[in-house]
């Protein structure tokens, strides 16, 4: 087995895809620890004194290695033999997607969004479906780690939405140590993974009931949280706590807020702002981002029983306490949801098209985008991961350069942030990254007669009003 570590960290470590998600290291005596690297990602290491004792397969339960199935055939084989499944190729299978809201207090205000994540694992537990809840919930160092929560008053403590980089290997080696029945709560990668470490190990087969999925956009390394808290005074090293999803009131939803603790001239402070007024907050800048994310075609967590994230469609976005998209592809929690609509939360059903515009952009970005950076390692003739997408070198112009400067963003964003360190201000993180932006700009800046029909558009808007 000691030619799969090699395998592995040769093709997805070495290339610059692993997503840290921990799971090689997760195995009896592997040979492997996770470690946050100089770019604040998770990286898995190798223990040469442990090398030659591992007995299990790691390169089977990567998510981006070459060995694994893609997420269509692990949605078949768990989901395809349900009555009422259906399939398309941005939701996976599915039994139904609704879009909605928990009633309940307190889910929707502590949640990110409409609540129905931990709405949902609380359910379990309070129905004795499950003993526990396996999630991400906030520590003093790192930030943020995955734990068991075994009661709703523990699992709350886990709400809202995590930026940040998290490793699964010391949680599943709890779950296999303490019986019980868990459900997991991760992204689409983890939980892809999680599936298909269940394959090699019976122990966690049978003790992992439920695989709740998030909507995912990106993985962060923990230089996005830095960069926020550095731009409202907490300086790195000073950062003790962070809410990436603060409500605001009378604003749209995706008109969020974050906020920050840490010293701040020697003094104990929070601090919070709108996120549109920061300047590493700008999602399609990509600021911090995973490489493998580049390489991901799972936005809806397609592995997982049920998936929530944000419902980011015009009809809902005017309410700032969110709502959520839901895809359920589990009878039993579809069941479930069906049980309390109406009484402790709100659900409207809506159709696959509607679940793809509510991440429209993620989806193009992941797929079309994806095409083309697949085509460009193959014209180049390096290794990358085995995904569902074809190599596609059939898009304008504009669309490869959008494409292109994107992933440059992103590289750039972690040597901007290094020099900032450096240089011991944030300014020079802006420094470093403005010809970046203002070069990406000028490519995706609409065409001129594109801006006139839009400036005319906009009049006629104003007049009927």
Known sequence: MVSQVSELMSTVVD????????????????????????????????????????????????????????????????????LDITYDKYSGYHLQAFAGYVLEEPYRKKGSSGGMGNWIAAKLLENNLVDGIIHVKPTEDPLFKYDVSNDVNELLKGSKSKYYPIELSEVLNFVR??????????????????????????????????????????LKSEMFAKSIGWQLDVKPQSLKAIDFRKKLPDRPANHYGVEVMGDVEGKESKV???TRDLYTTNWGYGFFKYNACEFC????????????????????????????????????????????????IHLEKISSDKVYD?????????????????????????????????????????????????????MESFRGYRYAIEQGEFKYFIQYMEPFIKEYKKVIKPSLPKRAASKILREIRRIIK
Request: neutral net charge.
């Open 15 to 82: 290339n610059d895809y692993c997503i840290g998600c921990g799971i090689c290291a997760s195995f009896k005596n592997s040979p492997i620890s996770m470690r946050i690297d100089e770019n604040g990602k998770y990286i898995p290491y190798i223990k040469p004194e442990e090398l030659n004792e591992l007995s299990d397969p790691v390169i089977d339960v990567c998510p981006f290695s070459e060995n694994n199935n893609v997420e269509d055939v692990i949605g078949q084989e768990v989901f395809g033999q349900q």
């Open 177 to 218: 140590n303490n019986k019980g029945r868990y459900a997991i709560i991760g992204i689409p990668c983890y939980i892809k993974g999680v599936r298909l470490l269940e394959k090699q190990d019976n122990i966690l087969n049978e003790r992992v009931k439920y695989h709740i999925g998030l909507v995912c956009g990106h």
């Open 272 to 274: 919070s702002s709108p």
């Open 297 to 344: 075609d799972d936005i809806l967590a397609e592995t997982a029983d049920i998936t929530v994230g944000d419902a980011w469609l015009p009809e809902y976005s005017q309410d700032s306490l969110g709502t959520n998209v839901i895809v359920v592809r589990n009878s039993e929690l579809k069941s479930l949801l069906e049980q309390y609509n109406g009484e402790s």
């Open 358 to 410: 509510s991440q429209a952009g993620g989806f193009r970005h992941r797929r079309d985008g994806l095409s083309y950076r697949l085509y460009l390692k193959d014209k180049e003739n390096k290794w990358r991961p085995k995904k569902r997408v074809e190599p596609n070198n059939n898009l304008s112009r504009k669309r490869k350069l959008t494409y292109e400067h994107r992933s440059k963003l992103s």
